[in-house]
């Protein structure tokens, strides 16, 4: 199949909709902002309340799917029985954490061509372009180097480091984490999942991290560093 210009569809795990024979994606989902999650405390004597934000909610996308031709249901249910990323054909550069958590009636997909799928994605979305970013370290002289957050929120990065002794990193002069390697080895250490490791196995216990700054701001960012041994 052939994306053609002006056609709607979306891509499940890198997986195009163009693909699945017979399947039609007749209304995208409109492009939203997530909701801001708060807490409301009223004081008894004071006038109004105190609000206090705890960040955003994740939230559903609602899409319709139509079908024609020889298409085959099996295939289609297959396609929705996923969770993982999407990018919708409306929004071609960014992709959406999602689950699929309400039941698809398929069976008025068959019958009237027509069903509702339901994403439950999480509150941001993503560059669906090559985001990594590589420094290398040419000389021990070296101990900082910028980075652009082309977001318009912050970003919370993953970040592996190969080198060896007791390292200590600061983004923008604040400091973040610190842990020791013996040998030359790397860690890496994921902002989102609150986790450092390597490969498969948790380097947690070694590694001393205060997650809450370990962010990068919109636009530019400075990440230092500070070692005892080479990095």
């Known amino acids: 199949c052939i994306k053609e210009a002006g056609m709607n569809y979306i891509e499940l795990n890198g997986y195009s909709s163009t693909l699945i024979k017979g399947l039609l994606i007749s209304e995208l989902p409109p492009i939203s902002k997530p909701q801001q999650r708060t807490s409301i405390d009223e004081i008894d004597g004071r006038d109004g309340d105190i609000i206090t934000k705890l960040g955003y909610a994740a939230y559903d996308k609602k899409m319709t799917i139509g079908c024609y031709g020889d298409f085959n249901i099996d295939d289609i249910i297959?396609?929705?029985?996923?969770?993982?990323?999407?990018?919708?054909?409306?929004?071609?550069?960014?992709?959406?954490?999602?689950?699929?958590?309400?039941?698809?009636?398929?069976?008025?997909?068959?019958?009237?061509?027509?069903?509702?799928?339901t994403f439950h994605v999480q509150p941001f979305k993503f560059s669906a372009v090559d985001n990594m970013f590589k420094h290398i370290v040419v000389s021990n002289t070296e101990t900082s180097f910028q980075y652009i957050n082309r977001g318009n929120v912050i970003s919370r990065p993953i970040i592996s480091i190969w080198g060896v002794g007791q390292l200590a990193f600061s983004i923008n002069d604040t400091s973040v984490f610190s842990f020791n390697l013996p040998d030359m080895d790397y860690i890496t250490i994921n902002a989102e999942t609150m986790n450092a490791y390597k490969g498969s196995t948790l380097k947690n216990r070694i590694v001393s991290c205060d997650y809450r700054k370990l962010f990068l701001k919109t636009g530019l960012n400075t990440i230092s560093w500070r070692v005892s041994g080479s990095v």
């Open 78 to 117: 297959q396609y929705f029985d996923s969770e993982g990323t999407v990018v919708f054909s409306n929004e071609p550069d960014k992709y959406y954490k999602y689950t699929i958590l309400n039941q698809i009636d398929f069976e008025r997909l068959c019958r009237f061509k027509k069903a509702t799928v």
